[in-house]
């Protein structure tokens, strides 16, 4: 009885609080990639979100439009900011040149240029998710390991076998294997959501690029 009054209760709080200084720093790293990559899908979910519906309608706007000019001067400048005004007001540039060799050519490179930047905006924070996905889990088990460790240490120099005496150190250090599956499986699942979304942008944008491309043909070769 003296010796079960000695045992405290373990709460999630007293967890983080008595863990041990490296235990502490590795909870504290996983706890600050989860709030990056939670921060990066809010950021990306308003991105896209503002991306396809100025898509949308620019896309009305320029097919109601006459000429690539025309289209050019009206809608491509309306929507200059978004990603496929920006291909038509490089097509257009390039057709203004009034060079008419290989013009279908040096237009698909101009518009090619545009999508390879917009690209690399597409994919901003990507790696964040790809990170924290891969590595996080192993770097909560490291701190898991480490607190067991600890606690074996424990059970050595108190001599004792009382599952009572060492069960707050191993609690706390199986709490950082949880933070990182925490940080890590959402990472993943925001990984794969926004792949999709780009590969299915990037596609948007080749089916543009092949529509310009297509009256670029029709009204200047």
Known sequence: ??????????TLYSMVIEASLVVKIVMAMLVLWSVATWTILISKLLFFSGLNGASDRFL???????????A???PGKSFRSNALAKMLLAAADEIGTGKKNNLST???????????????????GMGVFATVGSIAAFVGLFGTVYGIMNSFIGIAEKETTNLAVVAPGIAEALLATAIGLFAAVPAVIFY?????????????????????????SRDHE
């Not at 009885?1 to 373990?10: D, F, N, R």
């Not at 518009?111 to 905006?121: F, H, S």
């Not at 959501?193 to 297509?214: C, H, K």
């Open 1 to 10: 009885p003296a010796e079960e009054k000695k045992v405290k209760s373990i």
């Open 106 to 124: 040096r237009v698909a490179q101009r518009m090619g240029i545009v999508q390879a930047e917009v690209g690399e905006t597409l994919s901003s």
């Open 192 to 216: 794969n959501i926004f792949a999709r979304r780009i590969g299915a942008y990037q596609t948007r944008m080749d089916n543009f690029a092949s529509e310009v491309l297509v009256r670029v």
């Open 60 to 70: 009305q706007a320029f097919r109601n439009a006459g000429s690539l000019q025309d």
């Open 72 to 74: 050019a001067k009206g």
